[in-house]
C-alpha cells in the first residue's frame, strides 16, 4: 500500500511561470489536505478537498492559488504567475476521513522561484 | 490565545535521558491529538495519535492527554540522536490539522 505521492519532488520557476504540484492520496482516502512550509516555519493550511469539492479554502491566498481534486487522478495544487516569495515545501497530507482521523504527509515538493 | 502552542526553545538532552514536550491548545472541543516527527528536509511523519485522557505509550514515547487543562505532552524515554528532530503537535480544528510551531529535540551523545 503506497503512501502519499507527491511530484516532482523539486521544481523550479522563473518568476511569472506556473507551478503545478501533483498529489496523490493513499489508497482509500478520500481526503486531501495541502500545507506550506517555508524554512524554520510551521506548517501553514492552504485548503481541504474530497473528491470534486473544495471544502475548505481559507488558508489559500485569493489570487494566484487554486487547487482541485478530481474524481480521476491526482489532485492538483496550481500557482499562476510565481513570485519568489512562493518558494517554499509544499505537503500534501491525506486521510481515510475528517481530521479526527489519522493524516498521512507525502514527501512534499520543494519549490524554488528565481 | 494560539490555537496549538508549543514554547519551549529547543531542547538538548543527553543520549539516553528523557525528553519530554508539551503542547496546549485552545479548543476545549477537541477529541482528537497528534504528534508528528518531523527531520531537517523531510516531511512529517504521523508518530502518536491520543484521543482519551492519560496515558498512552508505544514503544519509547508515551503521549499524555488532559483534557481538563487543555495540553497534551510528549515523552521520549532512553533518548537516542536518531529521535533528533521537530517534533509537531497537531489538533484538529474546524476544517483542518492545526500545527504548533514545534519544539527542536537534540540528542546529545
Known amino acids: 500500500n503506497a503512501g502519499v505521492m507527491q511530484n516532482p519532488r523539486h521544481l523550479v520557476r522563473r518568476r511569472g511561470q506556473e507551478a503545478r504540484l501533483r498529489c496523490s492520496p493513499m489508497?482509500?482516502?478520500?481526503?486531501v489536505y495541502w500545507y506550506r512550509q517555508l524554512p524554520e516555519e510551521g506548517l501553514k493550511f492552504m485548503v481541504y478537498?474530497?473528491?470534486?469539492?473544495?471544502?475548505?479554502e481559507s488558508g489559500m491566498p485569493k489570487e494566484r492559488f487554486s487547487a482541485e481534486f478530481p474524481k480521476e487522478g491526482p489532485s492538483i495544487l496550481r500557482i499562476q504567475q510565481v513570485v519568489r516569495g512562493d518558494s517554499a515545501a509544499y505537503f500534501c497530507?491525506?486521510?481515510?476521513?475528517?481530521?479526527?482521523?489519522?493524516?498521512?504527509f507525502g514527501q512534499g515538493t520543494r519549490l524554488t522561484v528565481v | 490565545q494560539k490555537e496549538v502552542e508549543q514554547n519551549s526553545g529547543p531542547l538538548s538532552v543527553p543520549e539516553g535521558a528523557i525528553a519530554s514536550l508539551n503542547c496546549t491548545y485552545s479548543?476545549?472541543?477537541?477529541?482528537?491529538f497528534f504528534w508528528y516527527r518531523q527531520y531537517s528536509g523531510k516531511s512529517p511523519e504521523l508518530i502518536m495519535s491520543?484521543?482519551?485522557?492519560g496515558d498512552k505509550e508505544d514503544g519509547r514515547f508515551t503521549a499524555q492527554l488532559n483534557k481538563a487543562s487543555q495540553y497534551v505532552s510528549l515523552l521520549i524515554r532512553d533518548s537516542q540522536p536518531s529521535d533528533s528532530a521537530t517534533y509537531l503537535c497537531?489538533?484538529?480544528?474546524?476544517?483542518?490539522?492545526?500545527f504548533g510551531k514545534g519544539n527542536q529535540v537534540v540528542v546529545i551523545p
Open positions: 497530507a491525506s486521510s481515510p476521513g475528517q481530521w479526527n482521523t489519522e493524516a498521512f
Open positions: 489508497k482509500g482516502h478520500s481526503h
Open positions: 478537498l474530497q473528491k470534486e469539492n473544495i471544502i475548505d
Open positions: 479548543d476545549r472541543g477537541s477529541q482528537s
Open positions: 491520543i484521543y482519551s485522557n
Open positions: 497537531a489538533v484538529p480544528l474546524d476544517n483542518r490539522l492545526a
